[in-house]
């Protein structure tokens, strides 16, 4: 069975770029995660969509990231203007529901550095 | 809200000594879910094992096992005889019905050396 694939693995960008992720959950995953992990900390959720809809985006910071799942399969995820501060790997995880009790299965993430 | 608290940073051994990992959570919720994930250097997180809040039954899985106290809120994990493959960052986790949001510790990184 396929794992989650994310794309791309490495990301260099001067701070103000723009840059994009991309992420394509287990084939059937109804709910689909991004994270991000800044170095020495553990994962921390930016957004949870249930299959098109997205069902907590709380702690995503809406003026610069946004994120979207068309017809509720793969997912890409933007950072527009990037800081230093978001300098971090951006996990994307799936699961078949969605519910809590659920473990995720997570991709490999992509290393993003802004200079 | 939710907090997973990993009070050890690193933990370095030898191989085939036991490694235990601790985890205190805190929680409001009466029903919630804990988690252990290993993040090895490939950078994906593996589940390794959960337990609900209304199962306190510790476990032994292979060389895993695991002690579940609600007492003291904590849920700590022990890998027995190590293994070079073990090395890897170790994440505890929490879930619960009222909140969407999995919380993770900071991680424990573990180096088992030959």
């Known amino acids: 069975e396929a794992g989650v694939a994310q794309s791309p693995r490495y990301k260099i960008i001067e701070k103000r770029q723009s840059v994009a992720f991309w992420c394509n959950p287990i084939?059937?995953?109804?709910?689909l995660y991004w994270y991000q992990q800044i170095l020495g900390q553990g994962p921390k959720l930016l957004i949870q969509?249930?299959?098109?809809?997205?069902?907590?985006d709380s702690q995503l910071p809406k003026d610069r990231f946004s994120a979207e799942r068309l017809k509720g399969v793969d997912s890409t995820l933007k950072i527009q203007p990037a800081k230093l501060e978001d300098s971090a790997v951006y996990l994307c995880?799936?699961?078949?529901?969605?519910?809590?009790?659920?473990?995720?299965?997570f991709g490999s993430g992509t290393q993003l550095s802004v200079l | 809200a939710q907090k997973v608290t990993q009070a050890q940073t690193e933990i370095s051994v030898v191989e085939k000594e036991d490694v235990t990992l601790d985890c205190v959570y805190e929680?409001?919720?009466?029903?919630?879910?804990l988690f252990w994930y290993k993040q090895p250097p490939s950078g994906e997180l593996v589940f390794l094992i959960r337990r609900n809040s209304f199962d306190e039954q510790n476990e032994i899985s292979g060389r895993y096992s695991w002690n579940f106290q609600k007492s003291t809120s904590s849920f700590n994990f022990t890998i027995t005889a190590s293994q070079v493959v073990d090395s890897a960052v170790y994440f505890c986790?929490?879930?619960?019905?009222?909140?969407?949001?999995?919380?993770f510790g900071a991680g424990t990184t573990v180096t088992v050396r030959a």
């Open positions: 995880a799936s699961s078949p529901g969605g519910a809590r009790r659920e473990k995720l299965f």
């Open positions: 929680t409001r919720d009466t029903t919630y879910y």
């Open positions: 986790a929490l879930g619960t019905l009222n909140d969407y949001k999995l919380s």
């Open positions: 084939s059937g995953h109804a709910t």
């Open positions: 969509f249930q299959n098109n809809g997205v069902v907590d």
